[in-house]
Every structure is written in C-alpha cells, then in structure tokens.
C-alpha cells in the first residue's frame, strides 16, 4: 500500500479553537485519516520538532497553519514547515490576517508586557517581574522565546499557498478545502479557499432595504428584531464587509457578524471598508444652517456609541490591514540592535513583507523595575 | 503599449520652471519608455494642428498631456483625441503648471514634481480603457411647482411658447397668496380682478391644452437630471371632477358636516365639502376626508346625491395617486408663508383677542373672507383705534435678521384700505424701520404720514413693545412703557419660506440659505438658477418679494427653460459612470441610499443593485461606500487610482 500522504496541523499564537473547528469534523475525520497521514498536530499527537527537521524536505504534502505569530518559536517553526510542506496554508484569521494577537500592535510590546505582568490589578507582582529571555534556575536555565516587536500574520514571515478565513474557519469549510487540496484541482496560488466569494449579506437571510442608519445600537441595550437587517437597527453588524462562506451563523443567532472571515476579494482593508461604508449611511439629521462645529458635534455625538473602534473594525485583520498597526507610539522604540539590560524593543511599522523579522530584539527576563515604563 | 508624452511650454509659463530635457531623460525609465514630444501652446489652434498631426503619425496607445489644469483644456485635448481618431478617453492630463510651476520657486523642485506627476499619469493612463459616450435628446417640457403668481405666469409662459407644462399645487386653488387679498399695493388694484386674466388663461385660454394643472398635488421624487428628469407626484383625492364641476355649489349646501376653514384663517366655518372660499379658481369645492361623516362610518352621500351634473361628478370612493412625468426643467416656486408671530413675546397672538397677523387681516379686509370685507373687533363694533406692528421678528437677530422689505408697503395699504372704510379710526404704525423703496411706494406712504389720524412711532427692539388688555377690557400697546389703546392689533411677521421648503431642498438637492430661502447660484448674476442644473427658482421661495418681482422672477425662469431646453437638442452623457460587479454584490442595499442622484435601484429578483448610467454623475461616492468592493468607478478604479499614486510616490 503506498504511502498516504501526510499532513500536519500547527498551532502558533493561538487559542486552539481551530484545532477544534477541525474535530467538529466528526466522522469525516476518518475520511481524513483515510486518505491522509495526520502525523505532526502539538494539540493531539505527540510529534516532535526534531522528527520534522529530521524529514526530508516537501516531505508533508499539506500543511494547516493556525495562529498568528508572536515570539521567534512561531517564525521558527513557520520557516521549519514551510521547508517540509508542499502546500502551506495560512489556516484561521490569525496567520492569515493577524487576528486577535495582532490587535497587541496598538502598543509596543514593553507596554503589553508592562499591563500583563506590571499593573494589571489582578496581579500580585511586587517584584514588577516580567517573563523574558533566559532565566537561571538552581535546576537549571530556563528559556523563553522571545517576542516579536510586532505580531506577524503568517504570509509575513514565510510564502502561503492559500488562506483560510474564519475565526475559527466553519468545519464544513474545513471540508471543502481538504477535499479540494485531494482533489489535486487547487485555484491560483495564493487564493483564499473555503469560503465564499460574496459577503455575508449573502449567507445572511434577514430582510434586508435601503440604509439610513440614525443610531448605533449595542447588542446589550435591546433584543434586535431576528428579521430585519442587524445593521438597519443600528447594531454595528460587519457582515457588509466580510467574505462569505460561514453561513452566517451569528446573525441567525441574532447577534451581529464580527467579522471573522475578512475582507471579501477585490477589498484590501476590512476595516477602511467598513468606516467608509457606515459613514456613507450614519444619518446625522438636517444640518441646514449648521455652522461646521455644531455638525462636527453631531458626528462626535453620533460615534459616542463606538467605544473601541480598532477592535471592532480590525478585530481579525490588524496584521494585514494598510493601518498594520500604531504607529509614534510615544514609546516604540526606532530600529536599532538588540538592546541588551532586558528592554524590548519594537521594530518600526512594517506592511507586510519580512522586514520585522529581521530585528527580532532579544528579552532578557530579569527584574525590571521603573524601566520599562520610561 | 505605446505612450506618448505631450509636454506643453505654455510660452514661459512652464518652460521658465519645469526643464523638458529633464522630463525627455527621466521618460527613459518610466514603464512602456513613452516618447516626449514638447510644444508650444497645445491649447493655440496652431497647437492643436500639430498634437493632432502627431496622434496621428505616432499613433499611440495611450496620451498623456502634462501642461495646464483639466478644467481648462481637458475637453479641448479630448476634442483633439478624437479629431485623431483616437478615443478621448485615452488621454490623461497633469497639471504641471497651475500644480507645479506656479507654485514652486525652485526649478530644480519643479522639474523633480512635475517629473513625479508625469509618471503617475503613465502608470495610470496604461490601465485606462476606451468609453464611449452616450447621446440622449432632451425634454424640452417643465415641471413648475407652486401656482402662485410666480408659477402661474412661468408655466403661461411657457405653455405660450409651446412648452408641455406640469404645474403642481398643493392647495386645492391656484393664485397663491394674493387671490386671498383684496387690494394690492401699490396701486391698490382688485387683488382677484388682476389676476384673474391670467388665471384664465392658465385654466381655459388657447395655451391651456399643454398645462396639466394639478392641485392638491405635491412632489415626492425626482430622479434624473438637466434634460431628462422623472418626477413623480403625488395626486391626493379631491373626490369633485374637476372636469365636469360646474361649481355649483349644491353639494355643500346639502352636506351635513362642518369644520373651521383654515382659508378663511379659521374664523368662518365650512362644510366637509365646500369651496376653499367664494370665488376660489378652479371653481369647484373639494372634500376634507376626516372631517366628512363618512370618516366615521356614516353611509352618508347627501352631496353625492345633491349634485345636478350626474353621480360621476362626485367620487366618494377617489383615492390617492402618484403619477410619473418626464420633464427636462423644473421651476420652483413655492413662495413664502408668514413667520408665526406667537414666537415674538409680548405680541399676544393666540393668547389675546383681536390680535390679528397680516394674512389674517387680509383675509379680514376680502369681501370673500370672514368677515365679508368689515373690519370690525370680536364683538362686532368697529375699532376705534388701530395699531400697526412692523419688523415683527424681521431685522432682529431673536428671530430673522432680514428686513422682509413688502410689510411696510402693505402695512401703508392696510393704513389707506382702513382710513377708507373707517375715516375716525385713529391708526398708529409702531416701527423699527420703514422700508418704501422704488418710484411707487412712496404714495402709499405719503398718503399715511398726511393722514391725520396715523401716527407713526419708532421702537428700538421689540421688548420694548407689549401688547395687553387694560383693565377696562380694551387692548392697549404699550411702547418704551408709554401707553396707548388699541382695539384692534395687527402684526406685519417676517416673510419666510412656504412650510416644505426644507422637504423640497432634500428631494431635490438644492441648497437653502441660512434663512430658509432657496439659493440662488449667484445672488446678482445667476438670481433665476438654482444650485441644482436645469432647477430654477422663481419667486417668494427665493427671498421675500412683492408681486411684480415674483412675475419677473417666473419670467426669468422661463427664460432658462427656453433658451437650455430646445425641443431636438441632443446631449451627451459622461461614460465616466459607476457599474455594479454583479458577480460581487451580495445585495445589502448599504449604496442605494448613498447616491445623491437616486441613480442606484435595486433588482429584488436579482438581488443585485445596479446604476442607472444615465443617472449617474460618476461623483463615486456608491465606489467608496460599498463595502463589497463590488461597484467600479470607470476612469477612476481603484487600480488607476493606485497606479498614480505609486507613479508619483516611486
Ligand atoms: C400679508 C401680505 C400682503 C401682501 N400684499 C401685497 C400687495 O399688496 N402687493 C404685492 O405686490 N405683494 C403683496 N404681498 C407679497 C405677495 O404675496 C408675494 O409677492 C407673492 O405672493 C409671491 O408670489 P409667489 O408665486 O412667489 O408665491 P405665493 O404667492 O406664496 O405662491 C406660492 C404657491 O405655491 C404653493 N406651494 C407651496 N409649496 C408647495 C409645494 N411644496 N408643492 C406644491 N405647491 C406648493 C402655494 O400653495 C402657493 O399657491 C403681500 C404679502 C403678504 C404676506
Ligand atoms: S419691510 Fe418694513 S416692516 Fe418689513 S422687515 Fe423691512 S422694515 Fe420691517
């Protein structure tokens, strides 16, 4: 009996809902398991990363890369897969867009190191300790990857052959793609597969009329009508924006689309989208006869109801988008080489490409007191 | 691909600041390696003759011209393009010198932008595609809305000059205000007498085929633009024929319901079916649903059966319509309305008897009014005394800061219509300012100032005014706190924009001033056009005027009308349209609202929206708004767009 072919499913930065996504399989999964040899998965088989470098490489005909990536290890292991796979594809909204992870490019990392270990007020911390570099133990020394000085979404680091949107991709997608990538008869590379080529309005079935938006809503402040358009009630639905393929799962819970499978093609930035499009319908009323400030009031009074505008309109794309992330940070460090006494540094902006690879700034854990809040 | 550069001198306009050496060496790198050609004024006819000559040896792909801005020669070099045989749609202009070289000191700084400028308009005419322009004939026919004086005599006009006319009235009469009037400044003719001829032939002379008159009738859509424009309106039941009425006047003798009539200032009553008063035109009454018995379930047709021309005169069962026209223009002409003096303080209208504003006090002095013509208090005796407030809420920052420039001129008539009736009533004219401008209306105002029993007194600010009742039941004026009675008060209100006004602007995208007013493109050289082509203003709608002014302004719109619109005329229309990708649209419908030529509709059988290229402005704003990426702005695509951009930014 020949071979199967193999196939490996990596996590990077991620919360593990794709590993889950993938067993929501069910009983396709021995169709899977038929046809491929699931041999590299950290979730669930107990492969190492020495049996992968020691395969020749192309060796893995397929694989599925979840996660975004956030320290030197995930860019190791995106280059190491890469080498080994046939097909690499950008699995998920996080290698493929960023996702989650890559909303930390608000800050540089010596402010999210700072919030998460320093003056989160759930933390006991007096030592001000911050996770980093190499630590020395009595048993030993341990080692911590180190950050990124910006989150990567996967095509950053290494060459994709296709993307996979969602967040997580919907296991009936997950399907097509397998058989698809089976089938032999694959699109373009560089395609994004498993998903559909409209948005959302598409997948959703809610009455849908002309739009004249006089309000944002949030989801808590009422029961929205399960017919009508989401968005027409004011309710910040970004399925207008986002490529199909879910099926539209939460608006047909009424809750509206976050966003999760990006920008539909022939769109580069999801969130620029989706501002220009609400700001086409936000109704602010006859300003006849209004002097420039009393709209602007109107406009400020009007947008009072988005608290957190990044989050929402680059939840899933931030690594990808043309705002790729903050940039003059007061505290962004400008490029410079590896600083030593256990400060992080972040690379400046980069748009895509490998540049913030190349000044990978090296963490030292060590006790930092004042230091990283200068 | 080939490309061809046409760098123009502009004498030393250009060829002082922007070194052509220079842009010949750097078109050496820029994609396809096009070919510089420089000359010497390209817009000069001699110019023209060459670029032509060499479009046609050359015979390039794609044109780019780097000389002045598009807005002057644009349409010039396209003209040359396509002289060339070539489609004007392949050429690109940079305006290398209003952008560059009169705006930069330094040549070597011009040379570099404009090299930058230059490569963008390569990067972007190489994905430029050929368009073709669409030939449409115009509608020479207008539609007129308000059959006021100004509408009237627009829509004669242009029924005269063979024009098919839509005239829209949203009451059930024609004449505006004036036919509710009974004499007019400045030579106090017979309101109805002077319009009557007119009115006439509006409803029955030679020219009257070609006017469909609607009343009680409003604009609820536009669609279109300068030429080609659909309008639907909204048709709401008067239940009388106007065909076959004969104005008669039976069935509201025989009806059994009344109400107050709002024509009348309500101070008279009327039947559910009546007239709006005696001698309305057309002549025939019309029925107010809710106040008819029928309205709360009643079987009644006591009008019905009352009528002498036959059962089908009266339809109780009519119900609203709307109806589509093509039209090429349409004429605003609203008019105006009063400012509702309840606002001002201290004038006591509504909460004080024989407080009267000037409409109502016009209605007071019609033989056709209340009142039939007396005037007299609420208890029936004639007013000993009178007063007269001018400026209320005009020329006061509190309400509206312009003089309303006809009030002292009718306020001078209602003095003389007065003395005339009642000689012994002593008038007193309370006034900020006196507006009696022009070679006629000083007579009125004369006749005032040697009246003996007028007195005219002056007022700063209108709190210095109060209107009350004394102890002894009589109304009394107080001015700067000295006293003087008053049976009767009337109020000259600021004239403002007819009640709509704000709706109309918003359905046809014309612009208003900060008072209300419609805009004039330009206030001296352009009074007639609107902001909007092909929508003229004629009228009160556009500022407070008096009757001949509105004539004239009807006249001016016509002129427009006439002189734009000739019936066989062709024009042409911009292929730089949006279209809709329907293989990307997911039917959220988010662009229909968004186009401010309604040029977008929705197919529901599709589910796909899809623009109108002949609605459509190529403005781009459905390009920016549809959140699918789905809909193309042709000749401004995004890739077009971001090949300039990265031309220039290289
Ligand atoms: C109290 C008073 C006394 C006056 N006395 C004199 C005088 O003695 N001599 C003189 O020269 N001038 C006088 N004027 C001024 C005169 O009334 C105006 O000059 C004249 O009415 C202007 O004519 P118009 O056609 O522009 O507007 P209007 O007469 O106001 O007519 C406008 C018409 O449009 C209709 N309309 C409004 N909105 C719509 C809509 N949305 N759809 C359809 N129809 C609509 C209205 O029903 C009306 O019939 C007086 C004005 C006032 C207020
Ligand atoms: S016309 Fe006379 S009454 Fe009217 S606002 Fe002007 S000054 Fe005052």
């Not at chain 1, 190499?134 to 911590?144: F, N, Q, R, V």
């Not at chain 1, 919907?170 to 008869?185: A, P, R």
């Not at chain 1, 256990?342 to 930092?368: H, I, W, Y």
């Not at chain 2, 002379?205 to 536009?222: F, K, P, Q, S």
Request: proline content about 6%; hydrophobic content about 40%; charged content about 20%.
């Amino acid at each position: 009996m020949p071979e199967k072919p193999k196939l490996a499913i990596y996590w990077a930065a991620s919360c593990g809902g794709c590993e889950i996504a993938v067993v929501n399989l069910h009983e396709k999964l021995l169709e899977v398991d038929a046809a491929l040899d699931l041999m590299f998965c950290p979730c669930l088989l107990d492969t190492k990363k020495k049996d992968i470098e020691a395969l020749p490489d192309g060796a893995i005909a397929v694989t599925l890369f979840n996660g975004a990536l956030r320290t030197e290890e995930n860019v190791e292991m995106a280059r190491l897969l890469r080498r080994k796979s046939r097909i690499l594809v950008a699995f998920g909204s996080c290698a493929k867009g960023g996702c989650i992870p890559a909303l930390a490019n608000f800050t540089t990392t010596d402010e999210l190191l700072a919030t998460l270990y320093r003056d989160n007020p759930s933390l006991d911390n007096p030592e001000a300790l911050i996770p980093a570099g190499t630590t020395s133990m009595p048993e030993g020394d341990i080692h911590l990857p180190a950050l990124l000085g910006r989150v990567l979404h996967l095509a950053q680091a290494v060459e994709v052959d296709y993307y996979v949107p969602g967040c997580p991709p919907e296991s009936h997608q997950i399907w097509n793609v397998i058989e698809t990538i089976l089938s032999g008869d694959l699109p373009p590379k560089g395609s994004t597969i498993g998903c559909g080529t409209l948005t959302v309005c598409d997948d959703c079935d809610r009455t849908k009329e002309d739009k004249r938006i006089t309000a944002f809503r949030r989801s808590y402040e009422f029961y929205p009508d399960p017919t009508a358009c989401l968005l027409e009630q004011g309710l910040l639905c970004m399925g207008i924006a986002t490529r199909s393929g879910c099926g539209a799962p939460c608006t047909k819970a009424n809750m509206p689309c976050s966003g999760c499978y990006g920008a539909p093609d022939g769109v580069s930035d999801q969130g620029a989208a989706m501002v220009a499009a609400l700001g086409s319908v936000m109704d602010i009323g006859d300003t006849a006869g209004l002097s420039e400030e009393a709209i602007a009031g109107r406009v400020d009074a009007f947008l009072a109801a988005v608290p957190d505008y990044a989050g929402l309109f680059y939840k899933y794309t931030l690594a990808s988008s043309t705002l790729g992330g903050r940039v003059g940070s007061s505290k962004s460090t400008p490029l410079s080489p590896p600083l030593s006494g256990g400060k992080c540094s972040a690379p400046p902006l980069t748009r895509g490409g490998r540049e913030g690879l190349t000044q990978v700034p090296d963490c030292n854990l060590s006790k930092q007191s004042g230091e990283i809040a200068e | 691909m080939k490309i061809g550069i046409y760098f123009c001198n502009c004498g030393s306009n250009i060829a002082d600041k922007i070194s052509s050496a220079a842009v010949i060496e750097a078109a050496r790198s820029f994609p396809d390696q096009p070919f510089v050609n420089i000359l010497d004024f390209i817009c000069s006819e001699d110019g023209r003759l060459r670029f032509e000559e060499s479009l046609k040896s050359e015979q390039p792909d794609r044109v780019v011209v780097a000389a002045c801005s598009p807005r002057d020669h644009e349409a010039t070099f396209r003209r040359c393009m396509t002289a060339a045989g070539m489609n004007p749609y392949l050429l690109q202009m940079v305006n290398i010198r209003e952008q560059v070289a009169w705006v930069t000191e330094d040549p070597q700084v011009a040379t570099d932008k404009a090299i930058r400028a230059i490569r963008g308009a390569v990067g972007r005419v190489r994905l430029q595609q050929p368009l073709e322009r669409k030939q449409l004939e115009v509608c020479p026919d207008a539609l007129v809305i308000g059959a006021g004086p100004a509408g009237m005599k627009a829509a004669l006009s242009l029924a005269e000059a063979g024009r098919s006319v839509v005239l829209v009235e949203r009451t059930p009469f024609i004449g505006g205000l004036p036919v509710r009037f009974e004499e007019l400044f400045p030579a106090l003719e017979c309101a109805p007498c002077m319009l009557e001829p007119l009115m006439g032939d509006l409803l029955h002379g030679d020219c009257a085929g070609r006017i469909e008159l609607m009343t009680m009738a409003e604009l609820v859509e536009v669609t279109g633009f300068y030429g080609n424009f659909i309008a639907k309106i909204r048709q709401k039941p008067r239940q009388v024929s106007l065909h076959d009425c004969i104005g008669c006047g039976e069935c509201a003798a025989a009806c059994p319901a009344t109400t107050m009539n709002g024509f009348n200032s309500s101070a008279s009553e009327r039947k559910a079916i009546d007239f709006a008063f005696a001698g309305v035109l057309p002549n025939a009454p019309f029925l107010l649903e809710g106040v008819c018995v029928r309205s709360k379930g009643e079987d009644c047709r006591a009008c019905k059966d009352a009528c002498p021309m036959g059962a089908d005169v009266i339809n109780l069962e009519e119900v609203e319509t709307v109806v589509e026209r093509r039209i090429g223009s349409i004429i605003l002409a609203t008019g105006a309305g009063l400012y509702d003096a309840a606002h001002v303080p201290g004038m006591g209208l509504g909460s004080l008897p024989d407080v009267y504003d000037a409409l109502q006090f016009e209605r007071m002095l019609s033989s056709t009014g209340p009142t039939s013509g007396e005037i007299m208090t609420a208890n029936g005796s004639a007013p000993a005394s009178v007063a007269i407030i001018h400026c209320v809420g005009s020329l006061d920052e509190d309400h509206n800061p312009y003089c309303s420039g006809i009030c002292c001129q009718y306020a001078f008539k209602f003095n003389h219509l007065i003395s005339a009736k009642l000689p012994d009533t002593i008038i007193t004219h309370y006034h900020r300012e006196l507006t009696v401008p022009g070679k006629e209306a000083h007579t009125l105002f004369q006749q005032a100032v040697q009246n003996t029993n007028t007195c005219l007194k002056r007022y700063e600010r209108i709190t210095d005014l109060a209107v009350s009742l004394a102890d002894d039941g009589r109304l009394q004026v107080s001015a700067h706190g000295e006293l003087e009675p008053a049976d009767l008060v009337i109020l000259c209100p600021a004239v403002i924009p007819a009640a709509g006004a704000d709706s109309l602007s918003a359905l046809l995208d014309v612009s208003r001033d900060s008072s209300g007013f419609f805009r004039e493109l330009h206030g001296r050289l352009d009074a007639a056009q609107s902001t909007i082509k092909g929508v003229y203003l004629a009228g009160a709608c556009q500022g407070p005027m008096d009757i001949q002014k509105a004539m004239l302004a009807g006249m001016a719109s016509v002129g427009h009308t006439l002189a734009g619109l000739q019936p066989g005329r062709i024009i042409e229309i911009e292929p730089i349209t949006a279209e809709v990708d329907e293989t990307r649209c997911a039917g959220c419908r988010l662009c229909i609202s968004v186009c401010p030529y309604h040029a977008i509709t929705f197919d529901t059988e599709q589910n796909r929206s899809r623009v109108n290229a002949v609605l459509c402005h190529g403005c781009g704003t459905c390009v920016t708004a549809c959140p699918a990426g789905a809909i193309n702005g042709h000749h401004f695509t995004n890739a077009q767009i971001m090949a300039e951009i990265e031309g220039v930014l290289k």
